[in-house]
């Protein structure tokens, strides 16, 4: 992630999951009744109960003209915004009454303040009023242009709800019907009962008069002017360079992290690319057993549960034709080259989970070497990757035979590999130093340059275990042409040459994971941690892997150092998974939980897989996949614009604010 794209990211904190509508309601209700205990005065308060009957009178004021336009709107936006083919909620409907409420009761209180410091008198309050409800007006026309995506003559219909159903109320109360010279003698015997009921109404009210609602109508024009020239001029940039809206962005932005949407898949399709990656698959199987007919079983659960209880689909074959024992799977590493963004649940954003409910053994899905520009456009292209490596998987030819593990450094860059069969596992990591995503064209070059030694098929994992947040300018982005890209993979070359000289043996493997107490606004995904340990003529190798994104520094050594006196090599490896990160860009392994506590459970699961160590075979193929993509610099280019959105939209919403204010004010003085 570079730093535009953690700026972007980073935006997710201002963005809260909407409360539940009879939640905002309640809370409009009280407010209003507030605000009617402020603002109207029934009567001398002489005596305790007649003091009670008055509060309560002025509060049901309150209620009815400040209440019930908020519950109005809050009810029937919804249903008239989804009738003209928007798609807001019942939720964000009765938040956005509730937001326009509390924004009438404070420019109306400003003014009732000012009106106590200056000669100003009444009828300032209601010009204020004026304001105040159109102001709600060209609020809500904003949010449902930008919501639901409706034209600006349609969504003018569900906007005006809350402001006309106010209008109503006190063009009814205040009487301003008797100004008008209308009707007939039909009229005054039937409407105007109806149409003027002054004399139930508040005395304050009286002032209000037709010029009022004439303003109000204006100004409502100006604002919502305001509104569609603040929009196009945000949207122009994006429509240029990208070929899509901003509002589709905003809509599914927010969509997504207070509602848990998918409308932010519908935006990236648009963005998207295609694109061929391989998805290599590592799989280790038992030894197939004859002694009664019965199947050794499968490690899946060790040091977490039954297999039931794990993400890992349960359990393997039991029986071969004619009832012959055969092998069960122990543990499988599916590494496509894609990246697992971009947050929470949207693209390929759970696509370690996804991966472990698909598998037969124990899931190892790590981190590939793949930024962001290979993050899956939906959660559909999921499946597509699954594919791919059900595939790989039934093409893999096992052997019982595996090399000793060795490790290469070559700058900042170390390579952990280990050769089985003809194939090659390897972990690059830049720990102790920090570092991010290596980019797609790093990786297949790396992966390329350890083949050619006597490796056939290379699964090359991004230990993605050792950063610094989101801190500075370079966050250390593995890009092509940086002296990093040319020591991984120079590290990998010399990793691939050193694996196929290393010794051989049979090999030995155990498993073991725990779904950890935490949870991923800790930092920890569904996955918890999972570890692998091979024997190979005696030497122990450790892969650990965490369901999070990426690691504070010095974690992933302090976990290394407790495992010095159970085995001989080790590595620690994120998964990347992008759900932890749905509300905080930056939720590292080891920000929000103790270390001590995680490298205890670390160092317990390794002896657990230790003692789970048993005869397997082992056996890798690649298969490639064409999936839908962001593509090259889309990331980029939609950050830089989002941030630039950002930056400059809230001064030019500024600017657009005073100039309609300012027409406003010409409004007031020169209308009579």
Request: overall charge negative; aromatic content about 8%; glycine content about 10%.
């Amino acid at each position: 992630m570079t730093a535009t794209q953690s700026n972007l990211a980073g935006l997710s904190r201002y963005v809260f999951r909407a409360p539940r509508w009879y939640a905002s309601l309640a809370f409009a209700l009280v407010v209003a009744a507030m605000a009617g205990v402020a603002a109207f005065d029934s009567g001398e308060i002489d005596s305790t109960w007649r003091g009670l009957f008055f509060l309560g009178k002025d509060a049901w004021e309150g209620i009815f003209f400040i209440g019930i336009p908020t519950v109005v709107a809050s009810f029937a936006t919804t249903g008239v915004d989804r009738f003209v083919g928007g798609k807001l909620t019942p939720n964000r409907s009765s938040l956005l009454a509730l937001a326009c409420e509390v924004l009438v009761v404070a420019i109306v209180t400003a003014a009732a303040l000012v009106t106590l410091l200056t000669p100003l008198g009444q009828r300032f309050v209601f010009d204020a009023l004026i304001v105040a409800l159109a102001s709600i007006f060209a609020l809500r026309l904003l949010v449902l242009m930008a919501v639901s995506r409706s034209s600006l003559l349609v969504a003018t219909v569900p906007a005006s709800l809350q402001t006309l159903v106010s209008a109503i109320l006190l063009f009814v109360y205040s009487g301003t019907v008797r100004y008008l010279s209308v009707g007939g003698p039909l009229l005054d015997a039937y409407a105007m009962p109806y149409l003027a009921r002054s004399d139930r109404a508040p005395p304050e009210l009286l002032v209000l008069g037709p010029d009022h609602f004439f303003l109000l109508v204006l100004v409502c024009g100006v604002y919502a002017a305001a509104v569609y020239v603040f929009l196009a001029v945000i949207d122009r940039p994006w429509r240029h360079t990208l070929g899509v809206s901003v509002l589709d962005f905003v809509r599914g932005f927010i969509g997504h992290v207070a509602e848990g949407t998918r409308e932010l898949e519908e935006f990236f399709e648009q963005l998207g690319e295609e694109a061929v990656v391989p998805v290599t698959v590592l799989s280790f199987r038992t030894l197939a057993t004859a002694d009664g007919g019965t199947l050794e079983e499968s490690s899946d659960a060790a040091g977490g549960g039954t297999a039931g209880e794990s993400p890992d689909a349960a359990g393997g074959e039991t029986a071969g034709d004619g009832g012959r024992p055969v092998a069960a799977e122990k543990a499988r590493f599916v590494l496509p080259m894609i990246h697992p963004g971009p947050m929470g649940e949207i693209g390929g954003g759970n696509f370690p989970e996804r991966v472990a409910r698909r598998t037969e053994g124990l899931a190892f899905p790590p981190h590939a070497t793949a930024g962001h520009d290979f993050n899956l456009v939906t959660e559909r292209e999921v499946d597509t990757i699954l594919d791919a490596a059900d595939a790989a998987h039934s093409r893999i030819d096992y052997d019982t035979e595996a090399s000793e593990s060795v490790r290469r450094a070559e700058g900042e860059a170390s390579v952990l590999g280990q050769a089985f069969g003809d194939d090659g596992l390897l972990v690059s990591s830049f720990a102790p130093n920090f570092a991010d995503d290596v980019e797609y064209a790093v990786g297949l070059s790396a992966a390329a340059e350890a083949r050619t030694t006597d490796l056939d098929d290379v699964l090359l994992v991004d230990a993605h275990n050792s950063n610094n947040g989101l801190e500075g300018e370079d966050l250390g982005h593995v890009t092509p042409g940086s002296r990093r890209s040319f020591e991984l993979i120079a590290a990998a070359g010399e990793a691939g040459t050193a694996v196929g000289r290393a010794g051989r043996g049979d090999l030995r493997l155990g498993v073991a994971w725990d779904e950890t107490p935490w949870e991923p606004r800790e930092g920890i995904g569904p996955l918890g941690v999972r570890v692998a340990v091979t024997e190979v003529n005696g030497q122990r190798t450790a892969y650990v892997l965490v369901d999070g994104n990426n690691m504070v520094p010095g974690l992933r050594d302090r976990v290394l150092d407790a495992l010095d006196e159970t085995v001989d090599v080790a590595e620690v490896m994120t998964t990347d998974t992008h759900i932890v990160n749905t509300v905080e860009a930056d939720n590292q392994v080891g920000a929000a939980i103790d270390h001590d506590a995680f490298v205890d459970l670390v160092a317990d699961l390794v002896e657990e897989a230790v003692a789970d160590v048993e005869p397997v075979t082992a056996g890798m193929a690649v298969e490639r996949a064409e999936v839908t993509v962001f593509g090259n610099d889309r990331t980029e280019t939609l950050a830089s614009q989002a941030n630039v959105a950002v930056s400059m939209g809230g001064a030019f919403a500024v600017a657009v604010t005073l100039v309609a204010m300012a027409l406003s004010v010409l409004v007031f003085l020169f209308t009579p």
